[in-house]
């Protein structure tokens, strides 16, 4: 069969060839059309024909394994492939964006406009993660947003899925990929542990708010190995008003050892989505890098700190869950909350890496004009804040694992509903009270949420006995 | 795209070793997912209770289009020089004797291999087919993929189910696949389907196991059926055969 060509008005598979919109060193990108599909479409083609650059082709069959297997707003949708035997291609939906990478001139961007963006890229990278596919690619040119906002990540060459072959293996002695935010456990050869994509969104985020690069860009493999043991400047030290909390999230992201840093990447957007509640240790007030005694440990005892490769992805992803407690702390409700109490305390003793997030919902009305302040003059908001801490102290959980939010909504299950979808929660704790008059007048919160939550919901549910002393 | 070549959806059973209880239940999935051609790679008899009905359920298979090649216990039957460990000798000697005139014939003229498009049929390592290596690692898959013109080798040999491919620059890959999840074998690299077993499987899960290979999709699905053990177990046991074959399906070991 001879080999089709590519050029303005060819047909290939039923798609039509537009323009050449970009020219890369693997891949060139057209604009295609197609009469069934409406969203504008690219067609990317491999430079290269088969048997001469290995790195291109395998980058680009792992791309084909992967793309058409993603869904979701977070990744560009797939509308077609071709393989090397006739004319490799896939086609892929257009996102109305440029890169990152077009921002790079501006850096540093503004600390708040950088949690924003990185918050979108830790969701994108949640919802990889719970794709089964680390990107191992993350960089500002493989990060775009569509115009709802979302980020979208793009360019799955160097990825691994936990449930495909992984073609990039053995196929070269060096790991493959833009070595100034490649994970240091890559360089082991490690490719299965999503931490090393929250590590290179960690490089982003620091190069964005310092415009520095943490590593440099050094491509030798001598230079990449130096941050095996060799830690980066804190960004304090480049920029005397780096916030603390932005610091923490940074340097933990950049942790050489996996283990240290975020669990899991719905746990970073977290953190970047509620920057007051982030825990701050030692490293967020850091002006030095780690002393040379610790580095030389590091470098020449590596065999005591070699990331251990995680084989079980989604084990591990399942091991780091965000719990959210639906609590009333109002009305007589303290029966109900020590069996809520209990309830989080079995899920947070068998999941060590898990986070708790306690939720109260001040409910407005919808005709009385609501007031912060109570009667007393007291901040309702706070006074709630505190409560639910209280609430929570006897689980003696990690500040790092707890935080805690009053929402405030005409509709108690909107709001929980709504908490939930943002933040990627894994598992709503939410109570029932049979005979609640709020119940009686409004429905059920917990029918509603346990209903339609897209995630597990536990409702804990006292005796009734109890229940009746309790309200009775 | 593909006009011209043939759509077939292949059911791939290695290691029956006359399990009637994990082949019946892997066919009748097979079935269930479509399967039009059945594709068995040997030892279709050996360890378990069952070879008559084993033999004769593959030979109505053969006449219906079903393929079938030979694997080392097959070959023992009719070949009592061929060398096996104790308790898998004992088992041929007992199976043997259950055989009747055309089963052992239709044992004996099996083929070594099949070619079929660009897929070739095996039971072992494909280099020395006669040999009877175990392909358990990237370099016998190597040695096995050199060795022939194929696209796709499918084998089976030694329980354990693995996918590797050879990339056009012969570097290797190794994969345990995932049960259910279909992994389409990509034209521009060669590969070699490692089955798991369906009578007596050695990866750690007792399940029985089989593949479905779409040939237009170029798609392979590795697959694994529950069945009911014990009574495959205790058929063993009740035969006189060596318990040690009985113990290791509950476990899959």
């Known amino acids: ?472 | 795209m593909m006009d011209g070549e043939e759509n077939v959806r292949l059911a791939v059973f290695a290691d029956i070793h006359a399990n009637r209880q994990a082949f019946s239940a892997c066919l009748d999935v097979a079935r269930a997912r479509g399967a039009e051609r059945i594709v068995c790679l040997g030892d279709i008899v050996g360890y378990g209770a069952d070879p008559e009905w084993a033999v004769d359920t593959v030979m109505a298979l053969v006449e219906d289009g079903a393929i079938a090649v030979i694997g080392n216990h097959d070959n023992a039957i009719n070949t009592p020089s061929e060398t096996m460990n104790a308790a898998a000798q004992a088992a041929i000697e007992w199976t043997r004797g259950r055989l009747g005139a055309p089963q052992r014939r239709f044992l004996a003229e099996l083929p070594l291999t099949r070619q079929e498009d660009d897929r070739l049929y095996v039971h072992s390592e494909a280099s020395h087919p006669a040999r009877w290596h175990y392909v358990s690692g990237t370099s016998d898959a190597a040695r096995s993929i050199e060795a022939t013109a194929a696209h796709i080798t499918f084998c089976g040999h030694i329980h354990r189910p693995a996918l590797y491919s050879m990339s056009s620059a012969a570097k290797m890959t190794s994969f345990v696949p995932t049960s259910d999840l279909p992994v389409q074998l990509l034209g521009g690299r060669r590969w070699l389907a490692v089955l798991g077993s369906v009578g007596q499987p050695r990866d750690g899960n007792p399940a029985a196991a089989f593949a479905m290979f779409d040939t237009t999709s170029r798609e392979i699905t590795y697959c694994r059926v529950p069945y009911d053990v014990e009574v495959a177990a205790d058929r063993i046991r009740a035969n006189g055969l060596p318990h040690w074959l009985a113990d290791r399906l509950l476990v899959g070991k």
């Not at chain 1, 804040?385 to 405030?408: F, Q």
């Open chain 1, 1 to 472: 069969m001879a080999k089709p060509v590519i050029e303005p008005g060819a047909e290939l598979d039923g798609f039509t060839i537009g323009e050449r919109v970009h020219q890369g060193g693997m891949a060139t990108l057209w604009t295609v059309t197609h009469p069934g599909i409406t969203v504008p479409l690219l067609m990317k083609v491999p430079r290269i024909s088969e048997g001469e650059d290995p790195a291109a082709i395998v980058s680009f069959e792992m791309e084909q394994m992967i793309l058409p297997r993603l869904a979701g707003p977070h990744v560009p949708g797939c509308f077609g492939t071709g393989t090397f035997d006739r004319q490799a291609y896939v086609v892929m939906e257009r996102i109305p964006d440029k890169t990152l990478l077009s921002r790079l001139g501006e850096l540093p961007i503004p600390y708040e406009e950088a949690r924003v963006i990185a918050g979108k890229i830790a969701t994108a990278l949640a919802d990889l993660h719970r794709q089964n596919v680390i990107h191992h690619d993350i960089k500002p040119s493989s990060i775009m947003f569509r115009p709802s906002g979302e980020c979208v990540l793009i360019d799955f060459g160097l990825s691994h899925h936990t449930q495909l072959p992984d073609l990039l293996q053995e196929e070269f002695r060096l790991p493959y990929g833009t070595a100034p935010y490649m994970a240091p456990e890559r360089l082991l050869g490690v490719r299965d542990d999503p931490r090393s994509d929250l590590f290179s969104l960690g490089v982003l985020l620091y190069f964005f708010t310092t415009g520095e690069r943490p590593f440099g860009e050094s491509e030798t493999l001598r230079g990449m190995r130096r941050r095996l043991w060799r830690d980066p400047y804190p960004p304090r030290k480049l920029k005397a008003d780096y916030p603390p909390w932005l610091q923490e999230i940074v340097l933990r992201c950049l942790e050489i050892e996996p283990v240290w840093r975020h669990p899991t990447a719905s746990q970073l957007a977290f953190d970047l989505a509620y920057p007051d509640q982030v825990k701050l240790t030692a490293r967020s007030e850091r002006l030095q890098r780690d002393p040379l005694s610790t580095v030389w440990r590091r470098r020449f005892n590596r065999s005591d700190t070699l990331p251990k490769p995680k084989s079980d992805v989604a084990a591990q992803l399942a091991s780091g869950p965000i719990v959210v407690v639906a609590l009333d702390i109002e009305e007589g409700s303290g029966t109900l909350n020590e069996y809520l109490r209990r309830a989080a305390a079995q899920l947070l003793t068998t999941l060590p890496s898990a986070r708790l997030a306690c939720l109260h919902v001040l409910k407005l009305g919808l005709i009385t004009i609501d007031r912060t302040l109570d009667e007393q003059g007291n901040n309702k908001h706070i006074n709630r804040l505190v409560a639910l801490r209280h609430w929570a102290s006897p689980l003696e959980l990690d500040e790092g694992r707890l935080t805690v939010h009053v929402l405030e909504a005409v509709d108690p299950a909107a709001a929980i509903l709504e908490f939930t979808r943002v933040n990627q929660v894994d598992h709503i704790v939410i109570g029932a009270r049979q005979n609640s008059m709020l119940r009686t007048l409004l429905g059920s919160v917990s029918s509603k949420v346990a209903a339609e939550a897209a995630c597990t919901v536990t409702v804990v549910r006292p005796p009734r006995s109890l229940q009746a002393e309790a309200s009775g």
